[in-house]
């Protein structure tokens, strides 16, 4: 059974951080590209960041550079989302999504996404 697995979501202050992880069982993520998507109440959902099976990062947030990483543990089938200096704009559900495999490259559009997790909540609040 196909399954992607978040977890590390909640409740930090301003400046605080964060790490999600988007864990795969069913399938193996080291031959795709694999992103983070956020949607923020009364918003549309928006890519955050990609990284593609060589391991390279695209950000498609202004707003995170700097601030956001993406990486992968293929050992694990695990990207990992670590959010650092988190703001108040910041807040929102959290998804991590799959390309089909052989679908090695980014992209920013969350229908080039086969998979999706069940999405974790951020709430950066003081």
């Known amino acids: 059974q196909v399954q992607l697995v978040q977890s590390g979501g909640g409740l930090v202050q301003p400046g605080g951080s964060l790490r999600l992880s988007c864990a795969a069982s069913?399938?193996?993520?080291?031959?795709?590209?694999v992103g983070w998507f956020r949607q923020a109440p009364g918003k549309e959902r928006e890519g955050v960041l990609c990284?593609?099976?060589?391991?390279?990062?695209?950000y498609y947030t202004d707003s995170v550079a700097g601030r956001f990483t993406i990486s992968r543990d293929n050992a694990k089938n695990t990207v990992y989302l670590q959010m650092n200096s988190l703001k108040l704009e910041d807040t929102a559900i959290y998804y991590c999504?799959?390309?089909?495999?052989?679908?090695?490259?980014?992209?920013?559009?969350?229908?080039?996404?086969?998979?999706w997790g069940e999405g974790t909540q951020v709430t950066v609040d003081s």
């Open positions: 990284i593609s099976s060589k391991g390279e990062s695209t």
């Open positions: 069913g399938f193996t993520l080291d031959d795709r590209a």
């Open positions: 999504a799959v390309r089909h495999r052989g679908y090695y490259y980014c992209s920013g559009y969350g229908h080039h996404y086969d998979w």
